[in-house]
Each structure stands twice: as structure tokens, then as C-alpha cells.
């Protein structure tokens, strides 16, 4: 792991309103991502995560405070500027795939590649060695509905990557997985992060997932309650 | 651009393939646009084949003389007197024997039986002077033979064979006190002539008591459309007060009468795609409601909102425009050709094909596209500002 911070938080407040009511999941929250850190979020149900995730994928804005990736201020950006940061820098796992179900795993891993300037030919070749990377190259012209859950997260794990991003964001990646094939899936996440140098946030609620993690910080009410563990 | 382009063109895809997972929803708004554009088809191809029968029905090489302000056979008288000092006029062609060629014409309404309906309608006799076969070039005797000057004989259209009852050949009909024999059937190559029976002028003079007036007077014109030699002898001498136009001009004119019929059809189908629309934003609200996660994912990875904006926009138009090829299909396979007949400008029925046509497949296209894009934008705007957040619904 690098000392070089990657993402930065600095007094993060979100509160979502409804009606009158003004609920507040994360105030004054600070944290720090090093380049090619390995980091589970882990907590109870409401107790932020998958909130955290959505500032940190930039799909959701703070209210207050700043949100830094790689010394630029990104919580500042408007919708089409976020898109085009999340599509340079950015790769999401989510728990239940999102595949796109009417596309086979090649097309699946191809979506993001369709986004930069690479033609075709470059596209192929790098969607083929994504799919190399986790296995997959036997099953690249299978649709997701002919693919096993855990065939289908590692080709949501080679479209996240394929187009080579800083972080990788994943979401309860095991949590729609038998033991056996979480195992795999993480053990794909770990070579990813120790050969490759991929930056990985996990949220998850699996404490054997959490062991894969370089660390660990567990979320209660909006407060990273082992404040050792955050920066 | 270009990666907004192949965003778009890969949403409009993903959404154009994943139309199976949505058939029946689908497919009812499919529906819905074909009956919109099938009805619509079906008023502008029956006012059309009305149009193309009586403009193909009037000649640029024939000038008619009719009362003025007649505006139709029917209501129009002309003398013998008129008609001898006319015959005179400039610009009507001659015969190979020097004799001006022209016909002194009645129109009498007699009844007939409607075959499709069993019901007595207006059927046109026009009573025709030898002149009249020279006038018309595209007449031809199909079946039987001429009628005789000074018999009770009848030659009746094809059009009026096909849809009225009683007229075959060989038959007699009685008009009035008076029995008529079909001695043959002629054809003038599908215009409104063919819906009308034709015997000899001073024949049906006689028998219908005309005294000497006849209703109009045909004549052929040394040069198409000039009809100036005519109008000036008419307008010069004061014992006359009449038309004179060509009979391309003529027909025209009458062939405006289903105008109405248009503005009817296409009121009609306007209402009814208010229908279609609320179907079509059914259909699409739920296609979005459907793919509520992939759309956000594909946010999520980088897509832009506009590419989930005409992705769902082009789902609509497709959609509607199958509809809309449906419905014209139909119109085209079940109408086009079909012979029906209508009160004409001179109440008598005319005879005349559907008849569809590039434009009015074009005009339903059109139609069919309004509806996918009105009943696409709103739900397309929902799909572009769905929040990124939902794909990962499913999760925490």
C-alpha cells in the first residue's frame, strides 16, 4: 500500500429529508483512502454504509464538507461531470451483479470500454483479457441467465475493472453467494489488490469477507466507532 | 460525441432487446397505435380514391359548358338554341368531315339497387350524343355492343355492373313507365364516368320529357385547356348565362366534396390517439419502472442521463412505429382496391376504389411517430433522472 491518499473525507455531514423530517446518517466524518488499500466497511443495517459507498462512487452528493479523490475536489461536480469521473476512475461490484440481463458477458464486460475512445479491436482485446483475469474466457459469449450467480459476479468483477480504474467500489459482493464461491470472489478481489495495486472499498456484512481486507472499519450511526482504525 | 453516440446506440439496443421480458405491455400499445393509424388510413384512402376517381375523370381536351352557378350537372340546363350558336365557337376541334365535335348531354337520376346493402340509391343516366364516344378516347366497349339512336338501349359502366344489382347484360330495367334494355358495358379506365349509364341523348330527351333542353354541352378542344374561344362567345352574346370551364376543372371541383370526410378522419384519429398515447405512456412508464436498475447502473459505470433519456425515448418510437406499420399494412391489405360507392356532388352515387397511397402511408408514419415521442418524452425524462442510488437498491 502507498502512503499516497487516494480519497480523502474531510467533516462529510449527509442528511436526507423527508417531509419535515430531516434524518442525519453521517456528520463531521472524516476518513482517508491510501493508494492500494484493501478497506471493509463493515456495520449494522441503517448504519450508513451503503451511504458511505454512494459518496465515496460519487453517485450521491454530502451535504457539507469535502470529498477529495486524488487531490481534486469531486463533491463539487455537476451530474455529467460525475458520470464521466465515475467512468475514468471508478469500478462498482454490486451484490446482485447488474448485469445487464439482454447482453451477453463479453457485451456486459465491453459497457464501460464503450464510454472512452478505444476502437473496437482495443476493446475486444482488453474485454477478453478481463475476462482472462477472472476465469472467465470460456463463458464470454453465455448470457448472465446461463451463468451461475458466482460466474456472473466475476464478470460484474471483469466489466468493474476493464477499463483499468483507481477504485474499485464493491457492495455486499459475496452477499448473494454460497461460502465456496464468496471465497473465490474475494480471493479474485485479493490477487487484484496485491498484484495489480487496486484500490478496494468493500461493504459488507460478512466477517470472513471482511478478513480478505488489508483493514477493516466498522460503522455505527453515522461514526466509525474503532476510531483507531480510521485515518 | 462519438461516445455519447455508441451510449446511446447501446442503451437503445439493451432496451429494444429486452422488449420480450415486456410483450404483452408491449404489444398492447402496439395495438393500440395500428387501430389509431388503420382508421386514419382508412378516411384518407377512401377521400383519396374518391379525388383520384373524379380528377381522373375530367379531361384538360374537354371544355364544358353548363348554367351558371350550376356547379353540377344535375342543377344545369342549356338550350338547343345555345348549344347551336356554341357549336360555332373557336377552339373546338373539327371532325375529318370539318364538323365541330362536341356532345349535347342530359343527366337524369334513375334508381338502382345497391348489391352490398339491398338499398335504392341514385344512379346517374347520362344521355350522350354520338359526339360524346369522340370526346372521350378512353371509352371502350367491353362487353355487348353501342347502344342505337332512337332505341331504349343502355350501356352501363363497369363500376356500376360491380356494384348495383340488375344491370348485366341482356337485362332490362325499368325506369318510371319506361323499359331500358343493357345492351352493353363499357369502361373509361376507372372514372366516375364508369359509375353512370349512358344512352342516346335525344332517346332519353324523349322518354324523361326534356322538351329541347339538354343539361350540358361537351366539347373537344382544339388545345387542352384552352377554353378561351368558348368563354368569350359566351360571355359576348347576351342571350346566354353560362359556364365554361374544361372538365379537369370541373371534376376537380366535385372531388372536393369529401373534403369533410378528411377533416372527419383525421379528427377521429386524433381522439382516438389520445387513447394510444395513454397506452404508450403506460407501456413506457412501466419499461422504465422495469429496467429501473439497469439504468442506474449504467449511470453508476459512467453512462450519461441522456443516453438513458433516448434510450427510452427510441423504445417508444420503435414501438410506435411498428404500430404504425401494422395499421398501414392493414389499411393497405384489407382496403386498398376495395370498390365502394358514395353520394357524389350531384346525388348520385359514385363508384371508386380505396386507394391507398405513398403519401397517406407516409401521413400514418408521421401519425404513429407523434405518439411514440409525446408518449416517450415523459417517461424518458423519468429514466434520466432516475437516481444512480437505485442500482444499489438491493443492498444494506
Same mark, same amino acid.
Request: with cysteine; hydrophobic share 45%; charged share 20%.
Given at each position: 500500500?502507498?502512503?499516497?491518499?487516494?480519497?480523502?473525507?474531510?467533516?462529510?455531514?449527509?442528511?436526507?429529508?423527508?417531509?419535515?423530517?430531516?434524518?442525519?446518517?453521517?456528520?463531521? =466524518?472524516?476518513?482517508?483512502?491510501? +493508494?492500494?488499500?484493501?478497506?471493509?466497511?463493515?456495520?449494522?443495517?441503517?448504519?450508513?454504509?451503503?451511504?458511505?459507498?454512494?459518496?465515496?462512487?460519487?453517485?450521491?452528493?454530502?451535504?457539507?464538507?469535502?470529498?477529495?479523490?486524488?487531490?481534486?475536489?469531486?463533491?463539487?461536480?455537476?451530474?455529467?461531470?460525475?458520470?464521466?469521473? !465515475?467512468?475514468?476512475?471508478?469500478?462498482?461490484?454490486?451484490?446482485?451483479?447488474?448485469?445487464?440481463?439482454?447482453?451477453?458477458?463479453?457485451?456486459?464486460?465491453?459497457?464501460?470500454?464503450?464510454?472512452?475512445?478505444?476502437?473496437?479491436?482495443?476493446? +475486444?482485446?482488453?474485454?477478453?483479457?478481463?475476462?482472462?483475469?477472472?476465469?472467465?474466457?470460456?463463458?464470454?459469449?453465455?448470457?448472465?441467465?446461463?451463468?451461475?450467480?458466482?460466474?456472473?459476479?466475476?464478470?460484474?468483477?471483469?466489466?468493474?475493472?476493464?477499463?483499468?480504474?483507481?477504485?474499485? =467500489?464493491?457492495?455486499?459482493?459475496?452477499?448473494? =453467494?454460497? !461460502?465456496?464461491?464468496?471465497?473465490?470472489?474475494?480471493?479474485?478481489?485479493?490477487? =487484484?489488490?496485491?498484484?495489480?495495486?487496486?484500490?478496494?472499498?468493500?461493504?459488507?456484512?460478512?466477517?470472513?469477507?471482511?478478513?480478505?481486507?488489508?483493514?477493516?472499519?466498522?460503522?455505527?450511526?453515522?461514526?466509525?466507532?474503532?476510531?483507531?482504525?480510521?485515518? | 460525441?462519438?461516445?455519447?453516440? %455508441?451510449?446511446?446506440?447501446?442503451?437503445?439496443?439493451?432496451?429494444?432487446?429486452?422488449?420480450?421480458?415486456?410483450?404483452?405491455?408491449?404489444?398492447?400499445?402496439?395495438?393500440?397505435?395500428?387501430?389509431?393509424?388503420?382508421?386514419?388510413?382508412?378516411?384518407?384512402?377512401m377521400a383519396n380514391g374518391f379525388e383520384q376517381t373524379l380528377a381522373g375523370t375530367g379531361s384538360e381536351k374537354i371544355g364544358i359548358i353548363s348554367?351558371?352557378?350550376s356547379r353540377s350537372e344535375l342543377?344545369s340546363?342549356?338550350?338547343?338554341?345555345?348549344?347551336?350558336?356554341?357549336?360555332?365557337?373557336?377552339?373546338?376541334?373539327?371532325?375529318?368531315?370539318?364538323?365541330?365535335?362536341?356532345s349535347?348531354e342530359l343527366y337524369?337520376i334513375?334508381? &338502382?339497387? #345497391?348489391?352490398?346493402?339491398?338499398?335504392?340509391?341514385n344512379l346517374p343516366l347520362r344521355g350522350i350524343?354520338?359526339g360524346g364516344f369522340e370526346l372521350r378516347d378512353t371509352v371502350e366497349?367491353v362487353?355487348?355492343?353501342?347502344?342505337?339512336?332512337?332505341?331504349?338501349?343502355?350501356i352501363v359502366g363497369q363500376g356500376v355492373l360491380a356494384e348495383?344489382?340488375?344491370?348485366?347484360?341482356?337485362?332490362?330495367?325499368?325506369? &318510371?313507365?319506361?323499359?331500358?334494355?343493357?345492351?352493353?358495358v363499357f369502361s373509361t379506365g376507372g372514372s366516375a364516368f364508369e359509375s353512370e349509364l349512358w344512352?342516346?341523348?335525344?332517346?332519353?330527351?324523349?322518354?324523361?320529357?326534356?322538351?329541347?333542353?339538354?343539361q350540358t354541352m361537351r366539347v373537344l378542344l382544339? /388545345?387542352p385547356g384552352?377554353i /378561351?374561344?368558348?368563354?368569350?362567345?359566351?360571355?359576348?352574346?347576351?342571350?346566354?348565362?353560362?359556364d365554361v370551364e374544361t372538365e379537369a376543372a370541373y371534376f376537380a371541383e366535385q372531388g372536393s366534396a369529401l373534403r369533410?370526410?378528411?377533416?372527419?378522419?383525421?379528427?377521429?384519429?386524433?381522439?382516438?390517439?389520445?387513447?394510444?398515447?395513454?397506452?404508450?405512456?403506460?407501456?413506457?412508464?412501466?419499461?422504465?419502472? %422495469?429496467?429501473?436498475?439497469?439504468?442506474?447502473?449504467?449511470?453508476?459505470?459512467?453512462?450519461?442521463?441522456?443516453?438513458?433519456?433516448?434510450?427510452?425515448?427510441?423504445?417508444?418510437?420503435?414501438?410506435?412505429?411498428?404500430?404504425?406499420?401494422?395499421?398501414?399494412?392493414? %389499411?393497405?391489405?384489407?382496403?386498398?382496391?376495395?370498390t365502394a360507392s358514395t353520394l357524389g356532388a350531384s346525388f348520385s352515387q359514385v363508384v371508386f376504389d380505396f386507394q391507398?397511397s405513398?403519401?397517406?402511408?407516409?401521413?400514418?408514419?408521421?401519425?404513429?411517430?407523434?405518439?411514440?415521442?409525446?408518449?416517450?418524452?415523459?417517461?424518458?425524462?423519468?429514466?434520466?433522472?432516475?437516481?444512480?442510488?437505485?442500482?444499489? #437498491?438491493?443492498?444494506?
Open positions: 500500500m502507498s502512503d499516497e491518499i487516494l480519497f480523502e473525507l474531510k467533516n462529510v455531514a449527509k442528511k436526507f429529508v423527508k417531509g419535515t423530517e430531516s434524518i442525519a446518517v453521517f456528520d463531521n =466524518l472524516n476518513m482517508s483512502i491510501k +493508494k492500494g488499500d484493501f478497506l471493509a466497511i463493515m456495520g449494522p443495517s441503517g448504519s450508513g454504509k451503503t451511504t458511505l459507498l454512494n459518496l465515496l462512487g460519487g453517485v450521491d452528493k454530502p451535504t457539507a464538507g469535502e470529498i477529495n479523490f486524488d487531490g481534486k475536489r469531486v463533491d463539487t461536480l455537476s451530474e455529467g461531470q460525475l458520470a464521466a469521473w !465515475r467512468a475514468n476512475n471508478i469500478g462498482f461490484i454490486f451484490q446482485f451483479y447488474n448485469l445487464m440481463p439482454m447482453l451477453n458477458a463479453n457485451r456486459n464486460v465491453e459497457l464501460p470500454l464503450l464510454l472512452t475512445r478505444l476502437g473496437k479491436q482495443q476493446r +475486444k482485446k482488453n474485454v477478453a483479457a478481463a475476462l482472462e483475469l477472472v476465469n472467465l474466457s470460456d463463458r464470454a459469449r453465455h448470457m448472465p441467465s446461463e451463468m451461475s450467480g458466482g460466474q456472473q459476479q466475476r464478470v460484474a468483477i471483469a466489466r468493474a475493472l476493464v477499463s483499468d480504474p483507481k477504485l474499485l =467500489l464493491c457492495d455486499e459482493p459475496t452477499g448473494d =453467494l454460497d !461460502r465456496e464461491t464468496a471465497d473465490e470472489i474475494l480471493g479474485i478481489l485479493q490477487l =487484484l489488490n496485491s498484484k495489480f495495486g487496486k484500490t478496494i472499498v468493500m461493504v459488507t456484512h460478512d466477517p470472513q469477507a471482511a478478513k480478505y481486507a488489508k483493514r477493516t472499519l466498522h460503522l455505527d450511526k453515522g461514526q466509525f466507532v474503532e476510531k483507531d482504525l480510521a485515518a | 460525441m462519438g461516445s455519447l453516440l %455508441s451510449q446511446i446506440w447501446t442503451v437503445i439496443v439493451m432496451n429494444i432487446r429486452s422488449l420480450p421480458k415486456r410483450l404483452w405491455m408491449s404489444l398492447a400499445a402496439v395495438f393500440a397505435v395500428s387501430v389509431v393509424v388503420a382508421v386514419l388510413l382508412s378516411f384518407l384512402a348554367r351558371k352557378g342543377n340546363t342549356v338550350s338547343r338554341d345555345n348549344i347551336n350558336i356554341l357549336a360555332t365557337a373557336p377552339g373546338i376541334a373539327r371532325d375529318a368531315d370539318n364538323n365541330p365535335v362536341y349535347a337524369v334513375v334508381n &338502382g339497387i #345497391k348489391r352490398t346493402t339491398q338499398t335504392e340509391v350524343s354520338l366497349i362487353a355487348g355492343r353501342q347502344f342505337e339512336p332512337g332505341r331504349n338501349e343502355l348495383f344489382d340488375g344491370f348485366e347484360l341482356g337485362r332490362e330495367v325499368r325506369f &318510371g313507365k319506361t323499359t331500358w334494355k343493357v345492351v352493353g344512352a342516346d341523348a335525344l332517346t332519353v330527351q324523349t322518354q324523361f320529357q326534356r322538351g329541347t333542353t339538354f382544339e /388545345e384552352n /378561351e374561344g368558348i368563354k368569350q362567345l359566351a360571355e359576348d352574346d347576351p342571350r346566354m348565362n353560362l369533410g370526410i378528411v377533416v372527419f378522419g383525421w379528427g377521429l384519429s386524433i381522439v382516438m390517439a389520445l387513447g394510444a398515447l395513454a397506452g404508450a405512456l403506460n407501456t413506457m412508464y412501466t419499461s422504465v419502472a %422495469s429496467r429501473g436498475t439497469e439504468i442506474a447502473t449504467l449511470r453508476a459505470i459512467g453512462f450519461s442521463n441522456m443516453s438513458a433519456f433516448f434510450g427510452t425515448l427510441a423504445e417508444s418510437i420503435v414501438l410506435s412505429i411498428i404500430g404504425g406499420i401494422v395499421g398501414a399494412l392493414v %389499411s393497405y391489405l384489407f382496403l386498398d382496391g376495395v391507398m405513398p403519401q397517406l402511408f407516409k401521413n400514418g408514419i408521421i401519425l404513429a411517430l407523434i405518439i411514440g415521442l409525446v408518449g416517450g418524452v415523459f417517461p424518458a425524462w423519468r429514466a434520466a433522472r432516475l437516481p444512480v442510488t437505485l442500482a444499489f #437498491k438491493n443492498s444494506m
